[in-house]
């Protein structure tokens, strides 16, 4: 499908007001956009971390969000996405992710721009390290990520 979809891995920062432009622009069918933006913490569970390293599997990571991407688009009366994942050394503060979805009206634009936060946040091909006093670790999958993802493929 990918007709409106708009998927991109980079390392330098995203401009929301920019990127909302892109997806609105010269478009009167669209009567609702909702935008997430994923920022990087200072700290977790009472540790400071002093920045994230993210790391992603070129092609394959584009694909599997364009895949996503278009199953929404098929699930829900869109008119369009955009999704922005950064990679690299992100600093606390600094935005990681932007997801964009814009429908004719606002539920559909929430519940498409929820599916693809729940899929980035437990399935998608990115390795996250952290980094803090202790050293660096990566992080692990979290069980409550991988619960909210599910709900999508409940009957």
């Not at 708009?6 to 069918?29: K, P, W």
């Not at 098929?74 to 600093?91: D, E, F």
Request: proline share 3%; hydrophobic share 45%; glycine share 8%.
């Amino acid at each position: 499908m990918s007709a409106n979809v708009t998927i991109r891995i980079q390392q330098s920062d995203f401009d929301i007001a920019r990127e909302m432009a892109a997806l609105t622009t010269g478009r009167s069918d669209i009567g609702a956009v909702v935008s997430f933006t994923g920022i990087c913490r200072g700290s977790e569970d009472g540790a400071d971390i002093a920045a994230l390293t993210l790391e992603h599997y070129p092609g394959m990571a584009e694909a599997e969000i364009t895949r996503h991407a278009d199953t929404a688009m098929s699930r829900w009366p869109l008119n369009g996405i955009r999704v922005i994942h950064r990679v690299g050394r992100i600093a606390p503060g600094e935005n990681i992710v932007l997801v964009l979805t814009a429908s004719q009206h606002r539920q559909a634009a929430f519940e498409a721009a929820e599916f693809m936060m729940d899929y980035l946040k437990a399935n998608a091909p990115f390795w996250k390290r952290v980094e803090g006093a202790d050293g660096a670790s990566w992080i692990e999958a979290h069980d409550h990520d991988d619960a909210a993802a599910a709900r999508w493929t409940k009957p």
